[in-house]
């Protein structure tokens, strides 16, 4: 079938899109099809007008780092002059300064650290959550948590309900990058099979924690790939949604940073059009990821790798939410971004322009009590022609 057929079949039946279907789309359709498309099926499920924002911070307690992915610049080996490792005094203070700014949750990973055992993790999260009581922790991706399953000798799925017992609210959802075993054999190895990920998340979810999904493009792979990645969170969501009830909130992709880290170096000298993914790359992989990622509520905009720009207009091809403030990034970052670190006017601002309403969220998107955007604000300071 041509793309356009599918296409016109998919959007006038409302039936899902096949893998070999999503694959013809995501490789022939026109850029302009596939987000007007998409825009129309983010109207159909979220019809409201309005784009999502949360107020939180990024705390990267430790960088230490036995993993070594090829795409990052944050990790230190163990024995290596520039580790740290924040204490809880040090991560207390952080989270008062996000309670200032109206803050509601935390998003803390770090390294996989051999130096820290399970009673580490549980007793920070317990004196967090006695100082901290609204803000939601939402901390360890995936590979932490194998990490100090390893360290411990306990299960992840026991590692998990111990955390939770302390006070943990949710996972982060990175470390996913590409849930496609070559390319993760290339780019990181001892993360091990996409399944581990698959399963950690699945186990988080059977406890009822907060989880996303994240996606790293640009590696050099293609459509299959791509859509490889997205079919199998479709069906961990599916099995989580009928078995427990959750799933993933929402689902953010963003390409590969090729500055200050070993794939960059390694690939120097390479076709940079077959590495990273600009910004029509990217804005078709928000489309495609509306259409195929039926059983997802929620498409982020990624500003910190795109900019606010390409955001803005990710939110009209697709994306219902732009992410959060992300106070103190340091992984990306570490990788040749520059700025990321947007403040709540910002953001605001970016969603006003392209059309919609900004409302506060928490990281379950349960929408929050939101102030005037500075936009409205200056709009209704501002003397109206009769007045001049
Ligand atoms: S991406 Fe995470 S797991 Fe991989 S090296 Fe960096 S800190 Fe370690």
Same mark, same amino acid.
């Given at each position: 079938m ?28 026109p ?15 979220l019809?409201?007008?309005e ?23 944050? $990790?230190?080996?163990?024995s290596?002059?520039?580790? $740290? !490792?924040?204490?809880t005094?040090? /991560?207390?203070a ?11 949750r ?28 609204? /803000? ?6 995936p ?17 998990l309900?111990?955390?939770k ?9 990175g ?7 070559d390319i993760?054999?290339? /780019? ?21 924690l907060?989880t ?25 969501q ?7 009830? /959750? ?11 090729l500055?200050?880290? !070993? ?14 993914a ?27 790798t795109?900019?606010?720009?390409i ?5 009209l ?10 106070m103190?990034e340091n992984v ?9 670190e ?10 006003v322009?392209?059309?919609?309403? &900004? ?10 009590? !939101? &102030?005037? &955007? ?8 501002a ?5 001049v």
């Amino acid at each position: 079938m041509s793309w356009r057929s599918i296409l016109e079949s998919h959007m006038s039946s409302g039936e899902r899109l096949t893998v070999e279907d999503a694959v013809i789309l995501y490789r022939d359709a026109p850029l302009h099809s596939l987000r007007s498309a998409a825009n129309v099926r983010r109207k159909q499920m979220l019809p409201s007008g309005e784009v999502t924002y949360l107020i939180d911070r990024n705390i990267n307690y430790t960088n230490i780092c036995t993993i070594n992915c090829q795409f990052c610049s944050f $990790y230190r080996p163990p024995s290596h002059e520039e580790t $740290y !490792t924040q204490t809880t005094e040090q /991560i207390s203070a952080r989270i008062s300064e996000l309670e200032e700014i109206g803050g509601v949750r935390i998003l803390m990973q770090g390294g996989v650290n051999p130096e820290l055992g399970i009673e580490w993790y549980t007793n920070l999260l317990n004196e967090l959550k006695n100082r901290h009581p609204t /803000i939601d922790l939402d901390c360890f991706s995936p590979i932490e948590i194998e990490g100090i399953a390893e360290v411990t000798g306990l299960s992840t799925l026991e590692v998990l309900t111990q955390l939770k017992s302390a006070g943990m609210h949710g996972l982060p959802g990175g470390g996913a990058e590409m849930l496609v075993d070559d390319i993760r054999m290339d /780019i990181s190895p001892k993360k091990g099979a996409p399944e581990n990920w698959l399963r950690v998340m699945g186990e988080a979810q059977s406890l009822g924690l907060i989880t996303s999904a994240t996606n790293v493009i640009g590696f050099g792979e293609g459509a299959e790939a791509r859509i490889e990645h997205m079919y199998r969170l479709r069906i961990l969501q599916e099995e989580s949604l009928e078995i427990h009830g /959750i799933g993933f909130t929402s689902f953010i992709a963003w390409p590969v940073q090729l500055e200050n880290n !070993t794939y960059g170096k390694r690939n120097r000298g390479r076709n940079r059009i077959e590495l990273g993914a600009g910004p029509s790359e990217y804005l078709r992989h928000v489309a495609i990821a509306r259409l195929f990622l039926d059983n997802f509520n929620h498409i982020q905009a990624s500003w910190p790798t795109m900019g606010l720009d390409i955001a803005q207009i990710a939110l009209l091809g697709g994306a219902d939410d732009i992410g959060s403030t992300m106070m103190e990034e340091n992984v990306v970052s570490a990788s040749g971004t520059e700025k990321l670190e947007a403040s709540e006017d910002e953001l605001q601002s970016a969603i006003v322009r392209a059309g919609f309403t &900004p409302r506060r969220r928490n990281s379950r998107y349960d929408l929050l009590e !939101t &102030p005037e &955007p500075v936009l409205v604000r200056e709009q209704m300071a501002a003397p109206s022609p009769s007045q001049v």
